[in-house]
C-alpha cells in the first residue's frame, strides 16, 4: 500500500480525535435536498462523506433536506436511496428528514425570542433585503425590531398556525444590522408558506430557512463534521451562531467546506438537467449520456470505477473543472480487470471460407478475459460462414491496411488464417459478401507450424448461422466542447453534441451472450465496453450501451 498524504479534511478529522473533540467521534452526513436526481457532482459528496466514515470507523447519515415543501418529493427520495445503495454504501440507521426536526427547531425559536434574540418582521423578504446595506455601509434596523418578546411570541405562534398569508411575516434572528459579514444582518430564519409538505401535510405554516435548519439538525444527529461547498464558507459564522445560542455542552458539529466538482463535456445544475429532459435532447433522467448517477449506471460505469475517481481526484478548496478523460480512464481500467471479453460485430458483411466444409462446425477455446487469471475460457463455434465488420474489408487498400484484402492473410481471433480471394458485390457494386479461403493447420493453439505464423491483423469475427442478433446504442459524449457553459452570450444547448447517440440494429453477436442479463458489462472485442442495457434488454431483445470506447485519451 503506498502511503498516502492526508488531504486537509481527514487533517481536520485526525486533529480532532488527537485532541478528544466530540468524544472522538467522526460522524458525517449526506444531506440532499429532495427536489432531483443526483448527479456525479453528488457522487463526489457520497464516496467523500460515506468514505469518511468507513475510513474512520465512523458513522455517515442520510438525511434528506426538505425543509422546503415541494411536491414529488417521494419519487425522489427513493430514486436517492437507490444511487446511494448503487455507488456502495449504506447510511446508518433509518433514512433521516429535517421535517423530523420541525418541533424541535420551532421550540428553539421560541427560546431565542424568549431571550430577546428573534423577532417577527412584517416587512416582505423584498423590504427586508433593500435595508440589508452593503459592505461598505451598515444596514437600516428593521422598524419592527424592537417588539416585546410577549408581541414575538404570539405573533410567531399565530404565524405557526396559518393565521397569515404566505410571505407576508417572518422571523429574523436579532444579530448585528453592522456586521461585515452580510449573513449576520439579522437572517430569515422562518418564512410563511401556506403549502403542504410530502411528509408534515398541512400541520405547518412556516417553514425554517436553511441557515438556520441546517446545523441544528447537524446538532440533533450528533454530526461532527458537517462538509458542504465552499459557496457555504461565509455562512458559517452564522452556523456557529446558532449553535452558540442553542448548543448545550461540549459537543458541537463542524462545518468544513471544499470545493464543487465540475465534470467537462456536461453540464450540472439541476435547472439545465431538467431542460435537457423536457426539451427532449436526452430520453429522460436516466439517459446514458446523463451526468445523473442513474444515467451513468445506465452508460455502464461500475460503481467502483467512480469511487476509485474520486480517490484519485481527491478534495479541493477551489473550484475546479475535472477532465472526463480521466473519469473514462478510470472507467476502463475497472472494465479491463472485470468485464469479459466477446465478440460482436457491430456493422456485419459476410465472409464466405469457400474451402471449409458446408455443413462442419467445429468449436474454438478462447479466453474471457486475459486479465483475469480465473476467468476461464468459453467455446465459440466456427463454420463455413461468418460474419466480420463491414470497415474490417478494404478493396484497394493501402500498404499499412493489416486487416482484409485480396491477397493477404489475416488471423480470425482463436480461430485460422484466412486469405481473401474475392469481394462479391451486387449491381450498384455494394459489396455483399467477401470470399476467403482458410489454411486448415493455422488454428490458433494447435501447435502446429501455420498457427505460429506471424500475420499482421487479427479480425473478430461471428458464426452467422449461431450469431445473435442486437442492437447497439454508441453513445457519445453530450457536448463538443469541455465547458458549455463558459460562453455567457450563448445558450449551452447550441454545443450539444449532434452525434452523441447512434443506434445501431442488426448487429451480431456471438452465442454465449444468450446468458446476458441487463447491466452485465462486457468488453466487445476491438470495439469498446458495453452493458446490456438495464430496461431494455430482453434475452429475445437484446439491446447493448456502449460505456466507453477501448481508446485512451487520458494523458498522465
Ligand atoms: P445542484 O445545485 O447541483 O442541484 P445542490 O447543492 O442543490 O445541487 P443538494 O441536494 O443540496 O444539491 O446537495 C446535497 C449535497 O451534495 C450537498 O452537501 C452539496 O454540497 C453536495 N453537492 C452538490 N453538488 C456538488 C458538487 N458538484 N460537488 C460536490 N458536492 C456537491
Ligand atoms: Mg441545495
Ligand atoms: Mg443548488
Redesign the pocket.
Known amino acids: 500500500e503506498e502511503k498516502k498524504s492526508l488531504n486537509f479534511i481527514e487533517q481536520i478529522i485526525e486533529e480532532d480525535l488527537k485532541n478528544g473533540k466530540n468524544q472522538k467521534r467522526v460522524h458525517t452526513r449526506?444531506?440532499?435536498?429532495?427536489?432531483?436526481y443526483?448527479?456525479?457532482?453528488?457522487a463526489?459528496?457520497?464516496c467523500?462523506?460515506f468514505g469518511l466514515a468507513r475510513q474512520y470507523n465512523g458513522k455517515c447519515n442520510l438525511r434528506f433536506?426538505d425543509t422546503n415543501p415541494e411536491k414529488e418529493e417521494t419519487e425522489y427520495v427513493e430514486s436517492i436511496k437507490a444511487d446511494i445503495r448503487w455507488l456502495g454504501f449504506e447510511w446508518d440507521g433509518e433514512e433521516m428528514y429535517a421535517s423530523d426536526y420541525f418541533d424541535q427547531l420551532y421550540e428553539w425559536a421560541v427560546k431565542l425570542i424568549k431571550e430577546g434574540k428573534a423577532y417577527v418582521d412584517d416587512q416582505t423578504p423584498e423590504e427586508i433585503s433593500k435595508q440589508r446595506g452593503t459592505t461598505k455601509e451598515p444596514g437600516k434596523e428593521s422598524p419592527f425590531r424592537e417588539r416585546s418578546v410577549e408581541e414575538n411570541l404570539d405573533l410567531f405562534e399565530q404565524m405557526k398556525n396559518g393565521a397569515f398569508e404566505s410571505g407576508s411575516k417572518v422571523l429574523r434572528a436579532k444579530i448585528d444590522m453592522a456586521s461585515p459579514n452580510m449573513l449576520l444582518r439579522d437572517p430569515i430564519m422562518y418564512r410563511i408558506l401556506n403549502r403542504e409538505h410530502h411528509r408534515t401535510g398541512n400541520k405547518w405554516h412556516i417553514y425554517p430557512m436553511y441557515d438556520y435548519a441546517h446545523g441544528e439538525s447537524d446538532y440533533i444527529e450528533g454530526i461532527t463534521h458537517s462538509?458542504?461547498?465552499l459557496e457555504?464558507e461565509v455562512h458559517r459564522p452564522l452556523y456557529n451562531w446558532f449553535l452558540d445560542q442553542l448548543a448545550e455542552g461540549e459537543y458541537r458539529p463542524q462545518q468544513i467546506e471544499?470545493?464543487?466538482?465540475?465534470l467537462g463535456y456536461t453540464v450540472?445544475?439541476?435547472?439545465k438537467l431538467l431542460e435537457l429532459v423536457n426539451e427532449g435532447y436526452v430520453a429522460g433522467w436516466d439517459d446514458p449520456r446523463m451526468p445523473t448517477i442513474t444515467g451513468i449506471r445506465r452508460r455502464g460505469y461500475p460503481p467502483a470505477a467512480i469511487r476509485r475517481f474520486s480517490e484519485i481526484i481527491g478534495i479541493a478548496k477551489r473550484d475546479n473543472l475535472q477532465d472526463v478523460a480521466l473519469l473514462e480512464h478510470t472507467v476502463r481500467e475497472s472494465l479491463n480487470k472485470t468485464a469479459p471479453r466477446v465478440m460482436a460485430v457491430l456493422n456485419p458483411v459476410k465472409l464466405v471460407l469457400t474451402n471449409y466444409p458446408e455443413d462442419k462446425v467445429e468449436h474454438v477455446e478462447i479466453e474471457n478475459n486475459p486479465e483475469d487469471e480465473d476467468a476461464g475460457t468459453r467455446e465459440m463455434p466456427f463454420c463455413r460462414e461468418l460474419y466480420i465488420e463491414r470497415d474490417d474489408f478494404m478493396e484497394d487498400a493501402p500498404r499499412k491496411f493489416f486487416r482484409m484484402t485480396p491477397g493477404k492473410e489475416v488471423r480470425l481471433k482463436a480461430g485460422y488464417i484466412v486469405k481473401c480471394t474475392e469481394a462479391i458485390k451486387d449491381s450498384e457494386g455494394n459489396l455483399t459478401e467477401i470470399h476467403a479461403t482458410y489454411d486448415p493447420d493455422s488454428k490458433s493453439g494447435s501447435g502446429t507450424e501455420a498457427s505460429m505464423r506471424k500475420v499482421k491483423g487479427t479480425l473478430h469475427w461471428v458464426s452467422a448461422q449461431h450469431a445473435l442478433d442486437a442492437e447497439v446504442r454508441q453513445y457519445d459524449r453530450l457536448f463538443t466542447v469541455e465547458e458549455p457553459t463558459a460562453d455567457k452570450e450563448k445558450d449551452y444547448k447550441e454545443y450539444i453534441n449532434p452525434e452523441s447517440l447512434e443506434i445501431l440494429k442488426g448487429c451480431k453477436v456471438e452465442p454465449s451472450l444468450a446468458n446476458a442479463k441487463p447491466e452485465d458489462r462486457f468488453q466487445f472485442q476491438r470495439k469498446g465496453y458495453f452493458v446490456a442495457d438495464r430496461f431494455d434488454h430482453k434475452p429475445d431483445k437484446m439491446v447493448f450501451n456502449r460505456t466507453v470506447p477501448l481508446r485512451d485519451t487520458w494523458a498522465k
Not at 38 to 42: A, D, N, Q, R
Open positions: 449526506f444531506p440532499p435536498e429532495p427536489n432531483g443526483l448527479h456525479i457532482g453528488h463526489k459528496s457520497i467523500l462523506n433536506d462538509l458542504c461547498t457555504f471544499f470545493a464543487r466538482f465540475n450540472m445544475s439541476k435547472r
